[in-house]
DNA sequence: ATAAACCTTGGAGTTAAATCTAGGGTCAAG
DNA sequence: CTTGACCCTAGATTTAACTCCAAGGTTTAT
């Protein structure tokens, strides 16, 4: 049981946040006290910390609330439709995984280029770093990959 | 070589954006015409792409900026400086990595948890998928993972 | 029993990143 | 030589996601 401040404290955020979290429809606390406070519960508090991490990764509240819906009204759902509604949000994460992991290697080739000495950086280039990247790109965005997780970094 | 709007949509984007952009010192065509038109080359065009991914994957525009800086005077710079910088978004990069990584798992939990059929989702809780996945979370977030990439996300 | 530190609501202000509007030039096609 | 599709600038508006403020009620520690 937290009060607003405490819950707030808890996962470095505003008590504003949280009321704004509340009237848009996101994230509602347990119950009040006969005062009017706001009692947050413990899974209250885990539905914040997936909103966060949710926010954290990329996603507009708006889709967050979509992700949310799901557990709203459970029972009212059929299996298949929250199986569809998650793995379609999966396929978000999974082409977002994706880009990174495109935009990794840009940066990688960089630092590839670079040799990291004292002198003048004329031939460091991400511009150049970027070309030399594009072939790399496309395997990446298409399809699931399994062998570019993350590439060795070092030099 | 293109004018504002055979740039914009080859790259699916309003002429305003790229105003916009070069507003903020993000992208400035190369010319212009003697009517004052923008002119924009093929390396501006991939300057854009780099700002389109860099967007895409999560950097705010003052974040591409600082990344874009080292393009702009890189002769001034020393190549370690130019490292340094790369490297750091590099970390920032590989850490949200981890972060999506994490999320996947937890939508894919949930996906998993879920059979699929036309019966009541009374069971399937992406809170649930959460708390079981809780202690899978840290590992995923310290430490380079070379077998993390994506896992197999069939059924 | 009172001050400090909480909490309440309603509404205004902020920031980032566009997106739109108004009032005009430019240019190629018929 | 005009019409429609472009382009220009400057400035206003929008949207998301907070963040702050005012005016007041509640709790807690001394």
Same mark, same amino acid.
């Given at each position: 049981?937290?009060?607003?401040?405490?819950?707030?404290?808890?996962?470095?955020?505003?008590?504003?946040?949280?009321?704004?979290?509340?009237?848009?429809?996101?994230?509602?606390?347990?119950?009040?006290?006969?005062?009017?406070?706001?009692?947050?519960?413990?899974?209250?508090?885990?539905?914040?910390?997936?909103?966060?991490?949710?926010?954290?990764?990329?996603?507009? @509240?708006?889709?967050?609330?979509? &992700?949310?819906?799901?557990?709203?009204?459970?029972? !009212?759902?059929?299996? =298949?439709? /929250? #199986?569809?509604?998650?793995?379609?949000?999966?396929?978000?994460?999974?082409?977002?995984?994706?880009?990174?992991?495109?935009?990794?290697?840009?940066?990688?080739?960089?630092?590839?280029?670079?040799?990291?000495?004292?002198?003048?950086?004329?031939?460091?280039?991400?511009?150049?770093? @970027?070309?030399?990247?594009?072939? &790399?790109?496309?395997?990446?965005?298409?399809?699931? !990959?399994?062998?570019? =997780?993350? /590439? #060795?970094?070092?030099?």
């Amino acid at each position: 049981m937290y009060k607003i401040g405490e819950l707030a404290q808890l996962c470095e955020i505003k008590t504003d946040t949280l009321r704004f979290y509340e009237k848009h429809g996101l994230l509602a606390p347990s119950s009040r006290t006969d005062a009017g406070y706001r009692i947050y519960t413990e899974n209250d508090a885990a539905r914040l910390r997936f909103i966060l991490r949710a926010k954290a990764v990329g996603f507009t @509240l708006n889709e967050i609330t979509e &992700l949310l819906s799901i557990e709203l009204d459970k029972s !009212n759902w059929a299996c =298949a439709d /929250v #199986k569809g509604l998650v793995d379609s949000k999966l396929e978000q994460v999974v082409a977002r995984i994706a880009e990174l992991n495109a935009f990794r290697s840009s940066l990688q080739n960089l630092s590839n280029a670079c040799c990291g000495g004292p002198e003048s950086a004329e031939h460091c280039s991400i511009l150049d770093a @970027l070309e030399t990247e594009q072939g &790399l790109e496309k395997p990446l965005i298409k399809g699931v !990959n399994h062998h570019n =997780a993350i /590439v #060795k970094a070092e030099r």
